[in-house]
């Protein structure tokens, strides 16, 4: 074992009441906004080829000439509410709004920076109605906040001589204010989701990241804090230098998923997702392929049986409006949760891997399993394996309760559980009510 000052200061997961509920969220939104909606991935009429969110990087768009977006920022249709009813139709528990990406553009009145809203065309604060709303529509609301700052001078990928070093030491106490600054605007806010901090210039801060996370937990007591916010002083990121998760819950599951339990080590941790392949921000073109309602809907099944949450971005245009294609898909994906979010929320990893049919989830300190079916076999017969001594005592589909479903034993704790072909398109649940025969 390394001796570690500045590693994990846990071993296992957090077990008070405001890291279960979170366990507990299943569903999602990211909200991904800034100046970057404005230009939506293109300029002069060139398309950039990254994520739009990434356009100041481009040498499409000379960088003097992204900074003076802040001059265009008047979304006309932001309306906060909107936002946190999309959310809550699509049946989200909690929401990540940027407050800062990586251009240094703050979506709350700083004081420590010119570069908010406070100095473009809106004036406002965008921060507050955003969290007031999402606040009143019962969905909890995490802050994300890039370490990254394009805009700052004080910024440096690295700390290669004297000049870096005192330039980045007025940077670290810029980032320890904002930080401080929303926690303290924004105190009902339950976590904040790190980025940009994979740079070596932050990599080399294990004790000035170590302390500002302790001063941040002791201001906010119960603030979830992910795996992406600090290295030890090993340089190991995520995990420290003994592969202890560092944080509260791995925030490694950015655009991918795990595949089975030993993938996720453990820990807590929530998959972030984009519709196209890889555009965070408001993209006008969404080119290559859009990913379907029932291609995320089986992504939340997935992080579900595998013990995580499901979070599904969202990258309003630049006016302030959701595009139509994502509240499509918050609509679709919301008629389906309206059905079946018994299997989702408070739901955890079975013990059971993934069936041909699909995938088992548990609801946490109950009795029963569930069978989210994405694979209907043609035989209407649903194999099913479970842990010795575990018995069914009923079966049934979600949407029809009173209609019990044959089961037959076929093997030692194997069962068929016979379900005529469903007709539709749609992925649905059967409740398998259990008990233990110990
Ligand atoms: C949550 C996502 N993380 C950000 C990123 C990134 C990135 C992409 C490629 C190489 C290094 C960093 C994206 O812009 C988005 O905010």
């Known amino acids: ?28 939104q990211f909200i991904h906004w800034g100046l970057y909606a404005i230009p939506g991935g293109e300029w002069n009429g060139k398309q950039y080829n990254g994520a739009a969110e990434w356009i100041r990087s481009w040498n499409g768009i000379p960088k003097s000439t992204y900074d003076s977006l802040i001059y265009k920022f008047n979304p006309v249709n932001f309306n906060a509410d909107e936002w946190a009813t999309t959310a ?24 420590y920076t010119s570069y908010t809203v ?14 007031d709303a999402y606040d009143k529509a019962g ?16 910024w440096r990928y690295d700390i290669k001589t004297k000049e870096d070093s005192v330039a980045f030491e007025g940077f670290k106490q810029f980032t ?3 930080l401080i600054e929303l926690l303290t605007m924004y105190p009902t806010a339950k976590g904040l989701w790190f980025d940009g901090t994979w740079d070596k210039s932050w990599v080399k801060q294990a004790e000035f990241a170590d302390q500002l996370e302790t001063e941040m937990r002791k201001l906010r007591p119960g603030l979830i804090i992910g795996s992406r916010f600090r290295a ?18 791995e925030q490694g599951w950015e655009r991918k998923l795990p595949n089975k339990i030993e993938d996720v080590h453990g820990n807590d941790w929530d998959c972030v997702m984009t519709v196209p392949e ?22 939340t099944a997935k992080s579900v049986s595998l013990g995580g949450n499901f979070v599904l971005n969202f990258g309003p245009q630049g006016d302030g409006a959701i595009r139509k294609e994502e509240k499509q898909l918050a609509t679709q994906i919301g008629n389906w949760m309206k059905i079946n979010k018994e299997a989702i929320y408070n739901c955890q990893y079975a013990g059971l891997e993934k069936q041909d049919w699909g995938y088992f989830t548990k609801k946490t300190g109950g009795n029963k399993l569930y069978m989210v079916v994405f694979n209907a076999p043609v035989s209407g017969a649903y194999r099913v394996k479970l842990p010795a001594k575990m018995g069914i005592t009923k079966a049934y589909a979600l949407a029809t309760p ?34 233990n025969s110990s």
């Open 139 to 154: 969905i909890d609301v995490i802050l994300y906040f890039s370490v990254m700052d394009w805009n700052h001078p004080g």
């Open 88 to 111: 809550k139709q699509m049946g989200a528990k909690y929401v990540t709004i940027t407050t800062k990406h990586h251009d240094g553009f703050c979506l709350w009145p700083s004081k």
């Open 278 to 299: 890889n555009q965070w921000g408001y993209n006008k073109a969404w080119k290559g392929h859009i990913k379907t309602a029932n291609e995320l809907i089986e992504m």
């Open 118 to 131: 406070a100095n473009s065309p809106w004036k406002k604060d965008i921060m507050k109605p955003l969290v």
């Open 1 to 28: 074992k390394i001796e570690l000052k500045h590693g994990s200061h846990r071993i296992g997961k957090r077990t008070d009441e405001v890291m279960q509920k979170w366990r507990g969220y299943g569903l999602g």
């Open 232 to 249: 030890d002083e090993k340089g190991k990121r995520h995990f420290d230098a003994n592969n202890v998760l560092m944080g509260d819950y």
């Open 402 to 435: 009173t209609q019990s479903l044959s089961t037959e034993e076929i093997h030692t704790n194997e069962y068929f559980i016979h379900l005529k072909k469903q007709g539709g398109d749609q992925p649905f649940v059967i409740v398998l009510e259990t008990k």
């Open 176 to 178: 320890r204010n904002q």
